[in-house]
């Protein structure tokens, strides 16, 4: 948990108001620890913690994508009567992991107790500050989390919104998502454009935040004062948000985006070959090879082996890459995302990005020292590239150490950093950038410290703890990580990225002493990601 003092205790940036909502917002107290939200088409019945902050946990956003609205567009959730609880984490999405290829090892993760993977799993958590009755603070800035996982996992519970309510001294309100995953979420090619939805998984996530829009008002929040976030493949969704709609999305869905390592891996049109190649291993897989009508198959066909036909694809991929992932749709999506960075067609209006030293490790096969070749990896890694290209990569990256260590860091590079940079350009003169290099400074190894009360943060440092995770706050607060929540907090003033390219570094000392200092961005690393840049068209990003 966060480290500030007692709100009596602590700075206020402003005092936070105490009156209840009007009765339109429809929010009342059925008991002391049971508020009750009604939404139109449900009424949810939440719980209020210890600390009186109010938790709502899966609301129900859209219909269950089942039957004939599997690999459709989410839709309206049915009206249902009575009061729905709202207590209890809700399921989690189907799961499966990244490539594993070539030693393909059997991966598997455990759901949290009590969760199952299952296809109905369009589910929302929400979390506001409140009285003891669930009465909610009016007209706070709202915080829209979306989770990583590679499009491939991760759910809502596994992210507790108080940590950011505490960080935010009881500042703003919460919202973390769940949306369809892997073959659920992600089915490309044709086929799917001709009768279902591309990028189904973004297209849930766009009702999310549609329904944060609509609905949130009932919670405390002020639609006009959204901010969204997400770490890894969360934080590839906010960049997806970012250019949605050749980036203009109406109604204005968020004022401002932020994300902890970008990722964005290839996104091919959605009828290439590469996910027309996936569509077909689906169909093969799943029985629906021969039938005349294959979508129509798809979606008859058990959850189980659609599941089943999402692990063997994905886990077949070369190692630690990921095979069901966005698409250009040419709707949602208009066209490839570095395009539509650097001609600066982008949602929001403000822009805060961290990314981690190390962000390509754990997509390495680190066992492969002896054979490791970037040049060759490049090969790999990217099928559209030629011996030209490849040599180019091998060029870049001949300075960097061992020729694992190249293999590791043209990974993060090329897969999170550099389309990071592209972002920050976007955004010119509106947009902050960190880096979070806490030994050993790898991709998600900056998770622990903004939702602690998941996992410890392994620097147990309650000053850079504090530090670190109200840059976020303050700037979904007030865009601006230069106006602390706590202003004794270490991190000194704080330049834009485009003056000097200054970032700000949060690392430590080998005797665990903070340290949060400015830097200014290699020039060495802004020539590699120009390189990457210039290649978006092999590259598929």
Same mark, same amino acid.
């Given at each position: 948990?966060?480290?500030?003092?007692?709100?009596?205790?602590?700075?206020?940036?402003?005092?936070?108001?105490?009156?209840?909502?009007?009765?339109?917002?429809?929010?009342?107290?059925?008991?002391?620890?049971?508020?009750?939200?009604?939404?139109?088409?449900?009424?949810?019945?939440?719980?209020?913690?210890?600390?009186?902050?109010?938790?709502?946990?899966?609301?129900?956003?859209?219909?269950?994508?089942?039957?004939?609205?599997?690999?459709?567009?989410?839709?309206?959730?049915?009206?249902?009567?009575?009061?729905?609880?709202?207590?209890?984490?809700?399921?989690?999405?189907?799961?499966?992991?990244?490539?594993?290829?070539?030693?393909?090892?059997?991966?598997?993760?455990?759901?949290?107790?009590?969760?199952?993977?299952?296809?109905?799993?369009?589910?929302?958590?929400?979390?506001?500050?409140?009285?003891?009755?669930?009465?909610?603070?009016?007209?706070?800035?709202?915080?829209?989390?979306?989770?990583?996982?590679?499009?491939?996992?991760?759910?809502?519970?596994?992210?507790?919104?108080?940590?950011?309510?505490?960080?935010?001294?009881?500042?703003?309100?919460?919202?973390?998502?769940?949306?369809?995953?892997?073959?659920?979420?992600?089915?490309?090619?044709?086929?799917?454009?001709?009768?279902?939805?591309?990028?189904?998984?973004?297209?849930?996530?766009?009702?999310?935040?549609?329904?944060?829009?609509?609905?949130?008002?009932?919670?405390?929040?002020?639609?006009?004062?959204?901010?969204?976030?997400?770490?890894?493949?969360?934080?590839?969704?906010?960049?997806?948000?970012?250019?949605?709609?050749?980036?203009?999305?109406?109604?204005?869905?968020?004022?401002?985006?932020?994300?902890?390592?970008?990722?964005?891996?290839?996104?091919?049109?959605?009828?290439?070959?590469?996910?027309?190649?996936?569509?077909?291993?689906?169909?093969?897989?799943?029985?629906?090879?021969?039938?005349?009508?294959?979508?129509?198959?798809?979606?008859?066909?058990?959850?189980?082996?659609?599941?089943?036909?999402?692990?063997?694809?994905?886990?077949?991929?070369?190692?630690?890459?990921?095979?069901?992932?966005?698409?250009?749709? @040419? &709707?949602? /999506?208009?066209?490839? #995302? *570095?395009?539509? !960075? %650097?001609?600066?067609?982008?949602?929001?209006?403000?822009?805060?990005?961290?990314?981690?030293?190390?962000?390509?490790?754990?997509?390495?096969?680190?066992?492969?020292?002896?054979?490791?070749?970037?040049?060759?990896?490049?090969?790999?890694?990217?099928?559209?590239?030629?011996?030209?290209?490849?040599?180019?990569?091998?060029?870049?990256?001949?300075?960097?150490?061992?020729?694992?260590?190249?293999?590791?860091?043209?990974? @993060? &590079?090329? /897969?999170?950093?550099? #389309? *990071?940079?592209? !972002? %920050?350009?976007?955004?010119?003169?509106?947009?902050?950038?960190?880096?979070?290099?806490?030994?050993?400074?790898?991709?998600?190894?900056?998770?622990?410290?903004?939702?602690?009360?998941?996992?410890?943060?392994?620097?147990?440092?309650?000053?850079?703890?504090?530090?670190?995770?109200?840059?976020?706050?303050?700037?979904?607060?007030?865009?601006?990580?230069?106006?602390?929540?706590?202003?004794?907090?270490?991190?000194?003033?704080?330049?834009?990225?485009?003056?000097?390219? *200054?970032?700000? !570094?949060?690392?430590?000392?080998?005797?665990?002493?903070?340290?949060?200092?400015?830097?200014?961005?290699?020039?060495?690393?802004?020539?590699?990601?120009?390189?990457?840049?210039?290649?978006?068209?092999?590259?598929?990003?």
């Amino acid at each position: 948990m966060s480290n500030l003092p007692a709100p009596s205790e602590m700075f206020l940036p402003h005092r936070l108001s105490k009156f209840f909502l009007t009765a339109t917002l429809a929010l009342s107290a059925h008991a002391q620890s049971a508020p009750i939200v009604d939404l139109g088409y449900a009424r949810y019945r939440g719980t209020v913690s210890a600390i009186n902050v109010t938790h709502f946990l899966g609301i129900r956003y859209a219909a269950a994508p089942l039957g004939d609205l599997r690999f459709r567009a989410p839709q309206p959730p049915a009206t249902v009567p009575g009061v729905q609880d709202a207590t209890t984490e809700p399921n989690e999405c189907f799961q499966t992991s990244k490539g594993l290829s070539p030693t393909n090892p059997l991966e598997t993760r455990q759901a949290p107790p009590g969760i199952n993977s299952t296809e109905d799993c369009l589910f929302l958590n929400v979390y506001f500050p409140s009285d003891a009755a669930g009465t909610p603070v009016e007209n706070l800035p709202v915080l829209v989390y979306i989770h990583g996982g590679g499009y491939l996992a991760g759910q809502a519970s596994a992210s507790n919104g108080e940590d950011i309510i505490n960080q935010s001294n009881r500042g703003l309100v919460v919202v973390i998502i769940q949306y369809r995953l892997g073959v659920f979420g992600f089915l490309p090619g044709e086929e799917v454009k001709k009768n279902g939805a591309l990028n189904a998984g973004l297209l849930d996530q766009d009702f999310a935040l549609r329904w944060t829009n609509t609905h949130i008002a009932k919670f405390g929040g002020d639609p006009s004062r959204v901010t969204i976030w997400g770490q890894s493949a969360g934080a590839g969704s906010v960049l997806q948000h970012v250019v949605a709609n050749g980036g203009r999305t109406e109604p204005q869905l968020f004022r401002a985006a932020m994300t902890s390592s970008t990722f964005l891996p290839a996104q091919y049109h959605y009828n290439d070959r590469i996910p027309e190649l996936s569509f077909s291993k689906v169909v093969a897989q799943s029985g629906c090879a021969s039938a005349a009508d294959m979508m129509a198959c798809l979606r008859a066909a058990d959850a189980d082996v659609l599941q089943a036909a999402n692990i063997q694809i994905n886990n077949g991929a070369f190692f630690g890459t990921y095979t069901l992932v966005p698409v250009v749709d @040419g &709707e949602f /999506i208009t066209q490839r #995302p *570095t395009l539509s !960075l %650097l001609e600066g067609k982008v949602n929001g209006g403000a822009l805060l990005s961290v990314t981690n030293t190390f962000e390509g490790t754990k997509f390495v096969d680190q066992s492969t020292g002896d054979t490791a070749n970037a040049t060759q990896y490049a090969l790999e890694l990217f099928p559209a590239f030629g011996s030209t290209q490849a040599d180019q990569v091998g060029a870049l990256y001949v300075g960097l150490g061992t020729s694992l260590f190249q293999e590791t860091a043209l990974m @993060g &590079e090329s /897969i999170f950093i550099c #389309p *990071t940079y592209l !972002l %920050l350009h976007a955004f010119g003169g509106r947009a902050f950038k960190a880096e979070f290099a806490i030994p050993p400074g790898e991709h998600a190894d900056d998770v622990p410290y903004y939702w602690p009360s998941t996992t410890t943060p392994p620097f147990k440092n309650a000053v850079f703890i504090d530090a670190f995770a109200q840059i976020f706050t303050s700037f979904a607060l007030w865009l601006d990580p230069n106006k602390k929540v706590d202003p004794t907090t270490i991190t000194p003033p704080w330049k834009r990225w485009d003056l000097e390219h *200054t970032e700000m !570094l949060f690392n430590k000392t080998e005797d665990g002493v903070p340290v949060v200092q400015p830097l200014r961005t290699s020039d060495a690393l802004l020539e590699r990601c120009q390189f990457w840049a210039s290649e978006g068209g092999l590259t598929a990003q």
